[in-house]
């Protein structure tokens, strides 16, 4: 069954340095991979996403992330953190089910120190 | 960008009762939303798959005579949690997906519900 991992359930950053959130997945097809961040009791915002082509993504708000396809990871990356980035950040595999129905995985809450 | 609408925002209604959500793609026809549930500090949980003017898809485990999903348009797909009761209380949030890119799916800012 397809699968998403995210590791780490809660990171700490001091404001100016760099971030990388972990993220696996599960999935025996060529994956449509994104990253979303919400803010408290908010939607879903697109961060990047990876469904071909450059391995290495950039998207907005700084945010990169590049797809590994013999580790099965799309890890996030930001070289500079800001305390607005203080969220909580999805990683989530489209299927490929023609509807594209996307697996979360459970998340990790950034927190950024002074 | 393509805009996801849903309305309201935040919803409390009594046990018993019955509460419609409505997702809007503003800017774009959808012919396929979905409509995912998150607990508290988790994830978000796919319920169903909308598909315009068809029956939707639920999810195992998701009761669909419990919750309603109507997409009569391509603009407009509503998810009515029938006779609500406390562990009902959520965040559903939609995303609608756009026909002509078949790229990703948008997402709507979410429906706090609570229920009394």
């Known amino acids: 069954a397809q699968s998403v991992t995210q590791p780490d359930i809660h990171i700490t950053v001091s404001e100016g340095a760099s971030l990388e959130l972990r993220c696996n997945y599960s999935y025996g097809a060529t994956p449509y991979l994104f990253w979303y961040v919400q803010s408290p009791g908010q939607g879903l915002q697109l961060l990047l996403k990876y469904f071909s082509g450059d391995t290495l993504v950039q998207g907005i708000k700084g945010f990169e992330a590049e797809f590994k396809r013999s580790q099965s990871s799309f890890n996030l990356r930001k070289p500079s953190v800001h305390w607005s980035d203080a969220a909580e950040y999805f990683c989530?595999?489209?299927?490929?089910?023609?509807?594209?129905?996307?697996?979360f995985g459970t998340g990790t809450r950034l927190l950024v120190s002074p | 960008g393509a805009v996801v609408s849903q309305h309201p925002s935040w919803v409390i209604c009594k046990s018993g009762t019955s509460v419609k959500i409505e997702c809007r793609s503003l800017d774009f026809q959808a012919t396929t939303m979905f409509w995912y549930r998150q607990f508290p500090k988790q994830s978000l949980m796919l319920m169903a798959t909308?598909?315009?003017?068809?029956?939707?898809?639920?999810e195992q485990g998701v009761e669909k005579d419990k919750f309603l999903i109507n997409h009569a348009s391509l603009t407009l797909s509503t998810l009515t949690v029938t006779s609500a009761h406390p562990e009902d209380s959520s965040f559903y949030i939609c995303?609608?997906?756009?026909?002509?890119?078949?790229?990703?799916?948008?997402f709507g800012q979410g429906t706090r519900l609570t229920v009394v």
């Open positions: 909308s598909n315009e003017g068809s029956k939707a898809t639920y």
């Open positions: 995303s609608a997906r756009e026909v002509i890119k078949n790229t990703e799916a948008f």
């Open positions: 989530a595999v489209g299927l490929n089910t023609g509807f594209q129905k996307l697996v």
